[in-house]
């Protein structure tokens, strides 16, 4: 069963525009969430996290939301980059244990 | 800072054969994760270490496949009798472990090939 969904394979951007990547999980018990950047050929590099006790967390352009009641989590990155074109990957975790990765979303940012 | 570091990069086996994968952490983490991606999908978790213990295993890891991190320092990961199914990237990551805000670091993967 797929815990962490990710529904959009990919999105499109304009350069300088607001991206927003999106990301659902079924797991109530999850506290800990965790949005990585994937380049092909590399392994994940991590963006930024959030813990369930909050519902935002802000680290420059990346910012992440989460809405524990509707169970979903999103990725703003403000303004978008030439750079940010990759693959974006959601993971959970609960209790300090193993993360549980979605599918991912490929965005690309258009000059 | 030296960041996870795994061998080889690449590995192109004929199916039958073994195969064995080495990583080396961040030297001050004491967890350390293997985790296996396929194409158009996110890292599928195999297994895990706190030090020298390992505390999980995905059912995903067949009796085929074993892990070892003998010192609570390298791992090595190998698969046995290698069958095309296999073929994968195969990322090791690692962390403090600390609750609250511990986030994986990854390796550059070893990508595997069974012909």
């Known amino acids: 069963d797929q815990q962490v969904k990710q529904n959009s394979p990919s999105l499109s951007v304009q350069e300088g525009r607001i991206s927003i990547l999106n990301c659902d999980y079924t797991n109530s018990m999850f506290d800990y969430f965790l949005w990585y950047k994937k380049y092909p050929a590399e392994g994940p590099t991590f963006l930024i996290s959030i813990s369930s006790i909050k519902d935002k967390n802000e680290d420059g352009r990346f910012t992440v939301f989460l809405n524990k009641s509707a169970k979903h989590l999103s990725l703003h990155i403000v303004p978008s980059q030439p750079g940010d074109s990759a693959v974006y990957f959601c993971a959970a975790s609960r209790y300090n244990e193993k993360l549980t990765f979605g599918t991912g979303t490929r965005l690309t940012i258009i000059p | 800072d030296t960041g996870v570091s795994q061998d080889p990069r690449h590995k192109i086996t004929k199916r039958g054969q073994n195969v064995t994968f080495r990583c080396d952490p961040i030297s001050e983490h004491n967890r350390l994760y293997w985790y296996r991606q396929t194409l158009g999908q996110g890292p599928e978790f195999l297994t895990y270490f706190q030090n020298e213990a390992q505390l999980e295993k995905s059912r995903l890891l067949s009796d085929r496949f074993s892990a070892e991190r003998p010192k609570g320092s390298f791992s090595t990961l190998e698969i046995q009798r290698t069958e095309q199914g296999d073929s994968a990237m195969y990322l090791c990551?690692?962390?403090?472990?600390?609750?609250?805000?511990?986030?994986?670091?990854f390796g550059n993967g070893t990508r595997l090939t069974v012909t």
């Open positions: 990551a690692s962390s403090t472990g600390q609750p609250g805000d511990s986030p994986l670091h």
